[in-house]
């Protein structure tokens, strides 16, 4: 399937062509350059370039909560900028995120909660300002 097929897939419910095409031009202020593949297979993008797929494909049906689970997992450093601010812009449109996410600086600069886990319990849990205070998470997540 191509990127456009991929994104108006996440729409599958909506019959409003309108809406369709206002749910992709927020994907495309998100991720300029999945306008720019639109007829691109999906499988021949990169790893970034198919994440950010994933996630626009995921924002088409709306949703109230979107479970992102490592999005920076093996990008590039400019990649996961990117991706953090999509994140915040998508937050801040009033989707609640749940982030799974292993670089704890990038995910504590953006959540307004946190919890640590470890072998599958939760060990530590606050707010983002308790996170980065607590000397335990700054000695073992935060260090430079």
Not at 44 to 57: D, K, N, V, W, Y
Not at 58 to 81: F, H, R, T, Y
Request: cysteine-free; glycine content about 10%; hydrophobic content about 40%.
């Amino acid at each position: 399937m191509t990127v456009l097929e991929n994104l108006r897939l996440g729409a599958f419910s909506e019959a409003d062509e309108r809406e369709i095409q206002d749910r992709l031009e927020n994907v495309f202020l998100l991720f300029p350059r999945l306008k720019e593949r639109l007829n691109q297979l999906a499988g021949t993008l990169s790893g970034g370039e198919q994440g950010m797929a994933a996630i626009g494909r995921g924002m088409m049906g709306k949703p109230k909560i979107l479970l992102l689970d490592e999005p920076s997992l093996g990008l590039a450093s400019v990649l996961v900028e990117e991706f953090f601010k999509a994140i915040r812009k998508i937050n801040e449109k009033g989707t609640t995120i749940l982030l799974i996410e292993q670089n704890a600086k990038k995910a504590l600069q953006i959540a307004s909660k946190g919890y640590v886990l470890q072998k599958g319990e939760i060990v530590v849990k606050g707010s983002q300002k308790d996170l980065y205070e607590n000397d335990v998470i700054k000695k073992a997540y935060l260090r430079a």
